[in-house]
Nanobody, 126 residues
Framework: QVQLLESGGASVQAGGSLRLSCTAS????????MGWFRQFPGKTREGVAA????????SYADSVKGRFTVSQDNAKNTLFLQMNSLKAQDAATYYC???????????????????WGQGTQVTVSS
């Protein structure tokens, strides 16, 4: 099992940048897909980005391509989400999640993720 803890959520102005962190603990030596999701009030969670920990291969939702970057620091068991050019519609609660994949490409479908953090709030003011 793996435990996930997000941090870095804050209030920023539109056009600004923010970096979220997700620190993993527990059984971290397994290959994982680690993903970022976000949830708007009254909506289901949507996938933002995912990363395959052994190779660093990434996947992104179309809505964030070119603006968000997912990366990892293996030594610190930490996943990052660098968010640039933030828009008001990016404001949401952001969650980190993980699952053990069967292949080397990570899906950003929330239904297949087994482990979840508690979330961190991102507010974007225009």
């Amino acid at each position: 099992q793996v435990q996930l803890l997000e941090s870095g959520g804050a209030s920023v102005q539109a056009g600004g940048s923010l970096r979220l962190s997700c620190t993993a603990s527990g059984t971290t030596y397994s290959p994982y897909c680690m993903g970022w999701f976000r949830q708007f009030p009254g909506k289901t969670r949507e996938g933002v980005a995912a990363l395959y920990t052994p190779s660093g291969r990434t996947s992104y939702a179309d809505s964030v391509k070119g603006r968000f970057t997912v990366s990892q620091d293996n030594a610190k068991n930490t996943l990052f989400l660098q968010m640039n050019s933030l828009k008001a519609q990016d404001a949401a609660t952001y969650y980190c999640a993980a699952y053990v994949p069967g292949g080397v490409v990570c899906d950003i479908n929330q239904a297949i993720y087994d482990y979840w953090g508690q979330g961190t709030q991102v507010t974007v003011s225009s």
